[in-house]
C-alpha cells in the first residue's frame, strides 16, 4: 500500500528541482485562454477544485477535448465504457466534469488543501497509484521534465519500464501556465509572474536630469549633442 504522506513529501521535492525538457508552451496558452479559461472557472464555482487544475485533467485525459468527458475522456452524452464506467450521458462538458470531480475516485472536491505536495499528489491519484507503487515518478504528472525517464502502463495492469509517456506531464503544464497567467498560484511554488513591462526594476538608479544629464529630446540634450559633434570635428 502507498505511504501517501511519502509520496506528498516526495512530489514537493520533485517540483522543486524540476526543469523542463520539453516545449509546453503551444499547450500551455490554449488552457489560459480566455474562453477555456472561463469554463474550467465555473466548474472551479461549484467543486472548489481549481481551475487550473480541472485545465491540465482535461489535457491529460482528452487533450483538451470539449467532447470528451474529464473522467476517463469517453464522450459526455453517452454512458461511459471506460474507468470510471457507467457515467453519464450527461447535458454538457461542464456538468460531466462536475460529476467527475465530486463523485468519483480520488474525490478531488474534498481536497481542501492545494499546496504544491498535495496537489501533484491529487493528480497522480487521479491517474493511479501504480506508478508510486514501483517507486516511480508518475508520467501523468512528470513527463517532459527531467523528473522523469521511462516506464509507462500501456495498458490496465500492464506495465513497460522502456515506454516513454509523449503526453506531456501535469506539473510541466502548470509551471507553463503560470509562467502566462499569475493569477495561479501554488503554495510551495517556485514559479513567479513576470514582471509588467512597465515596471522599473527595484535595484534601478533613478537619474534625475542635470546640465549634464539633460533629458532626452530637453534643448540641453541638443546643445550637448551640438556641442560634441564640434569637439569630434575638431579632434
Keep these: 500500500m502507498t505511504d501517501v504522506n511519502a509520496l506528498i513529501a516526495a512530489n ?15 499547450v500551455a496558452h490554449r488552457l489560459v485562454a480566455r474562453e477555456a479559461k472561463a469554463r474550467y472557472q465555473a466548474v472551479t464555482s461549484k467543486t472548489g477544485v481549481p481551475w487550473a487544475v480541472i485545465a491540465v485533467i482535461h ?29 453519464g450521458p450527461f ?21 481542501k488543501d492545494w499546496s504544491v505536495g498535495r496537489l501533484l499528489t491529487k493528480l497522480e ?18 513527463s ?10 500501456v495498458r490496465d495492469g500492464v506495465y513497460d ?10 506539473a510541466g503544464l502548470l509551471m507553463a501556465m503560470m509562467a502566462l497567467d499569475p493569477t ?10 513576470p514582471a509588467p513591462p512597465s515596471a522599473t526594476p527595484a535595484s534601478a538608479e533613478v537619474v534625475t536630469p542635470s546640465i549634464i544629464n539633460p533629458s532626452k529630446g530637453a534643448i540641453g540634450a541638443f546643445i550637448a549633442d551640438v556641442l560634441t559633434a564640434i569637439f569630434r570635428r575638431k579632434s
Excluded: M
Design 12 to 26: 514537493a521535492k520533485r517540483w522543486a528541482n524540476a526543469r523542463l525538457t520539453r516545449n509546453f508552451a503551444t
Design 144 to 153: 517532459g521534465t527531467d523528473q522523469y525517464k521511462s516506464g509507462k502502463y
Design 91 to 111: 447535458r454538457s462538458w461542464e456538468e460531466a466534469a462536475i460529476d467527475a470531480l465530486v463523485h468519483c475516485a480520488p474525490y478531488a472536491a474534498r481536497n
Design 161 to 170: 519500464a522502456n515506454v516513454v509517456d509523449g503526453q506531456l506531464g501535469c
Design 59 to 87: 489535457e491529460r485525459e482528452c487533450s483538451q477535448d470539449w467532447t470528451g468527458a474529464l473522467a476517463q475522456g469517453d464522450p459526455w452524452n453517452k454512458v461511459s465504457v471506460h474507468v470510471p464506467a457507467g457515467r
Design 184 to 193: 495561479i498560484a501554488l503554495a510551495g511554488s517556485k514559479v513567479l509572474a
Design 125 to 142: 491519484e487521479y491517474n493511479g497509484l501504480g506508478y508510486a507503487a514501483r517507486g516511480r515518478p508518475s508520467p501523468y504528472v512528470w
